[in-house]
């Protein structure tokens, strides 16, 4: 019967060669495909996701002298930025040259990569709370983070069209599950911060929106209390971190173990 895979020797042959011959090895490129799934399917969608609802969370808890949710969202976009960074590295040292094939998949991943080198400067730098130009980095971090992860969910769309990479064609739909259950997790928690938010008749500031100002000025009383259906959040954010990983941990073993035929 037909193959339904064609493999490559690792160099040039003879037809005449009677000596075995083996496939160029494809581990780093599945390395770059694994180490960008765990950076921006499931690092970076926790550090977005709790940098967004948990900011009136486990308040007075802190790590380093720093609240919680921002240390634990600190940690999952500097995993970001260093599994990036690798994977970026081993597809280049693996190909030595740009991608020849007729696919958008190199040019945003580079993007994607740019973004997420100039995400942590852009935090290094950023006003003090009160200062004039403090709205100014809240947008422009917003954006550049968000705009980030989402090109990274379409380049890995993109990601499952190439040749080299051998990805069966119901990889998408694990993605298409992801997606969908990463924008419900979403609509839940802003729908919840919304109901929170008029059952204290305060202006808490449960996702980052909400001080968009920079004017630092929250009271004494919003600033020592978590804001109302804590306990909630936090077994949403239990679910999210299963889910997430599961999707993370099927996409990678997919990616590590193609190609898979059925």
């Known amino acids: 019967g037909k193959h339904n895979t064609a493999e490559a020797s690792s160099s040039k042959s003879y037809l005449s ?3 075995k011959v083996e496939g160029a090895s494809k581990l780093l490129i599945r390395l770059h495909g694994a180490f960008m799934l765990a950076a921006w399917i499931g690092t970076a969608s926790l ?8 900011r009136k969370t486990w308040v007075g808890k802190t790590i380093c002298g720093k609240d919680l949710w921002f240390a634990w969202h600190r940690f999952f976009m500097i995993c970001t930025w ?28 580079t993007i994607v990569t740019v973004l997420c080198f100039l995400q942590p400067i852009g935090a290094y730098f950023r006003p003090h709370p009160g200062t004039p130009k403090r709205p100014i980095f809240n947008w422009v971090h917003w954006f550049g983070g968000n705009a980030a992860h989402i090109i990274s969910i379409v380049t890995i769309f993109f990601a499952a069209k190439l040749g080299k990479a051998d990805l069966p064609e119901w990889f998408d739909w694990i993605l298409v599950g992801f997606v969908a259950f990463h924008v419900i997790m979403h609509l839940v928690l802003s729908i919840l911060g919304c109901v929170a938010e008029n059952s204290s008749n305060q202006r808490i500031s449960s996702f980052p929106m909400k001080d968009m100002s920079g ?46 035929v059925t």
């Open 47 to 54: 550090g977005t996701f709790l940098a967004r609802y948990y």
């Open 215 to 260: 004017s630092g000025k929250i009271s004494e009383h919003m600033v020592n209390v978590d804001a109302p259906y804590s306990f909630a959040r936090k077994l949403l954010l239990g679910l999210y971190l299963l889910v997430c990983g599961g999707f993370t941990a099927a996409l990678i073993v997919v990616t590590v173990l193609a190609p898979i």
């Open 17 to 19: 060669d009677t000596g």
């Open 82 to 109: 260093a599994l990036t960074s690798v994977a970026f590295i081993l597809i280049f040292v693996e190909l030595k040259a740009w991608s020849q094939e007729s696919n958008p998949h190199a040019i945003l991943g």
